[in-house]
């Protein structure tokens, strides 16, 4: 080859590759967000994860699942003579995890909670109910404790279910009851502590269920009226919980099925202002004929409907994602913008029934209009299938956990049974906006409805705009749905600057537990889309 004459054709498409390949990496180096390593091995894969006001994680799986990774205390051996795999059972089936130290503490849990439902109750125990087998009509409560005490679960033995619960919702109302809505073969609700006259049919979940059967898990939402937004299959109705009946029936959502075993995943936006207005968003869900043609090639849904649930004529507004997503979990962060993470783009929910995972993470902007709403953040390295969680922390980072797409626990395939933590960090927690981050100083542990509290914080620069104070609650999530999630934007008078960079805000706690239900809830003061450490604050009656 002479000089000055150009390479050989392969040797240009091979350089051009190349380039190509670095301007990605690049590109994706760029996009917003931050991942890191919490925990290698965290002993089980979970399926259910929710956060605690002592800053600890429960995670929990199913008890039939075999050997885990993470052994019982001696002499705290499980015996289930009908289990299929193991009789005596020494191995731990859920964990606790502290976020301060990243140490696992095995729990004990006796009876079965193959994709169960819970929510917190008003005094910050976890109700945790149903399952299958030996689980299926059970109750369970999990006290928390001080990250280094010893509490468990407890299963209770004056109380269960009035219909066994597989793939049940619960929902804590505006009173701190819990209503507990549907499951396989269950088409009723019921209520703990329990109602007069046990489980009452549900007529509307009978009616969307297909040979499929897509009205699993349904999506429960408590809107700041009181009544219950419920979201099944394409359909949704406002059910009245105090007379247990459907008073209004919205428009069916475009685009096929969207619960289990074809979930998408679904969320209320924070409710601000005079808390009269709920829109509910439902994204992502499989073909229909995925689940029963095993079809794990199937393209996901992309689209999304949201619906204003409070409208005197309420449609729903269509958009589409980046990406088709099944099993993503939605996630509302402190700011009132929303993260989608976790799932595949391929395939259906269901034992290796799923591909092509979805790595990369959306900001959901909801202030945005249609077609500017979604922003694709920074890529993950580990897919998170089947039975994958996430939860927002204190401290505004999201907690990834779980993913084990098969029957048993199984680490040589092409998407293993998932044993790592890891967090995610929103582009509102890096560097270049620490200088905005606001630190509570002051928060009372406790306020009733309708009171005025102050809250003193401290900032780096200068505040410029209003420091927001807003509530979020800490949700049971499962099966790409946080049961319970919320949050709530108190009405805030503008900060008064006091000495030293320090601020106090005078706040207004929510009317009434139907704007926030009784219970503990994360408490963070935003400034400038920045949001602080939050402080657990305690909201009662």
């Not at 009876?111 to 109750?139: E, R, V, Y």
């Not at 597989?166 to 019921?190: K, P």
């Not at 620490?434 to 505040?463: D, H, M, Q, W």
Request: with cysteine; proline share 9%; hydrophobic share 40%.
């Amino acid at each position: 080859m002479g000089s000055g004459s150009s390479p050989p054709w392969p040797v240009q498409i091979f350089m051009f590759a190349i380039v190509m390949l670095c301007l990605i990496a690049v590109a994706v180096a760029q996009l917003p967000g931050k991942w890191e390593l919490l925990v290698s091995n965290a002993g089980i894969a979970s399926m259910h994860t929710a956060v605690t006001r002592f800053n600890t994680v429960v995670l929990l799986d199913r008890t039939d699942i075999g050997p885990s990774r993470k052994m019982l205390p001696k002499g705290h051996c499980r015996y289930e003579p009908r289990d299929a795999v193991l009789k005596r059972d020494c191995y731990a089936h859920s964990v606790l995890f502290d976020l301060q130290t990243n140490e696992i503490r095995p729990l004990m849990i006796l009876t079965d909670t193959w994709c169960s439902s819970g929510q917190f109750l008003p005094d910050g125990t976890l109700l945790q109910t149903g399952g299958d087998m030996d689980g299926f009509k059970k109750i369970r409560k999990f006290e928390p404790c001080e990250a280094g005490g010893t509490c468990n679960w407890v299963e209770l033995r004056d109380v269960e279910l009035a219909n066994g619960r597989w793939y049940a919702t619960n929902q804590i109302l505006q009173d701190g009851s819990v209503i507990i809505v549907g499951g396989r073969g269950a088409n009723t609700v019921e209520y703990y502590p329990p109602r007069k006259g046990g489980a009452i049919p549900f007529q509307f979940l009978t009616e969307v269920e297909d040979n499929q059967m897509d009205n699993l898990y349904p999506y429960v939402h408590l809107l700041p009226n009181g009544h219950l937004f419920i979201f099944a299959n394409n359909r949704a109705v406002l059910f009245d919980h105090q007379t247990n009946k459907v008073i209004r029936d919205y428009p069916p959502l475009d685009g096929g099925p969207r619960n289990y075993p074809s979930a998408g995943s679904s969320m209320m936006l924070a409710l601000s202002g005079d808390f009269s207005t709920a829109v509910i968003v439902v994204c992502g869900g499989a073909q229909y004929g995925a689940f029963i043609q095993r079809n794990t090639d199937s393209p996901a849904h992309g689209s999304c409907g949201r619906i204003v649930a409070t409208a005197e004529n309420p449609i729903w507004e269509m958009e589409d994602m980046p990406f088709g997503r099944i099993m993503g979990d939605m996630v509302m962060l402190p700011t009132g913008d929303a993260l989608i993470i976790n799932g595949a783009q391929a395939g259906t929910q269901g034992f290796e029934l799923a591909s092509d995972p979805c790595l990369y993470p959306l900001l959901y902007r909801p202030d945005q209009p249609v077609g500017l709403r979604f922003m694709t953040l920074n890529p993950g390295t580990v897919p998170r299938l089947y039975h994958s969680t996430a939860n927002l922390l204190p401290d505004g980072r999201i907690l990834i956990a779980g993913s084990n797409p098969h029957y048993f626990y199984k680490f040589k395939a092409e998407f293993p049974t998932e044993l790592r933590i890891e967090a995610f960090s929103p582009e509102y927690l890096s560097a270049d906006r620490a200088n905005l981050r606001p630190g509570i100083e002051s928060i009372p542990e406790t306020v009733r409805y309708g009171e005025g509290f102050n809250v003193l914080v401290s900032v780096p620069l200068p505040v410029v705009g209003i420091l927001e104070v807003n509530l979020g609650s800490a949700p049971f999530a499962t099966h790409s749905f946080s049961q319970g999630q919320r949050l709530v934007k108190l009405t805030v008078t503008p900060s008064v600057p006091e000495r030293s960079g320090r601020y106090t805000i005078k706040c207004t706690a929510p009317p009434n537990g139907a704007v926030a239900p009784p219970g503990y809830y994360m408490a963070f003061v935003v400034n400038q889309g920045v949001p602080s450490v939050a402080r657990w604050i305690h909201l009662v009656p």
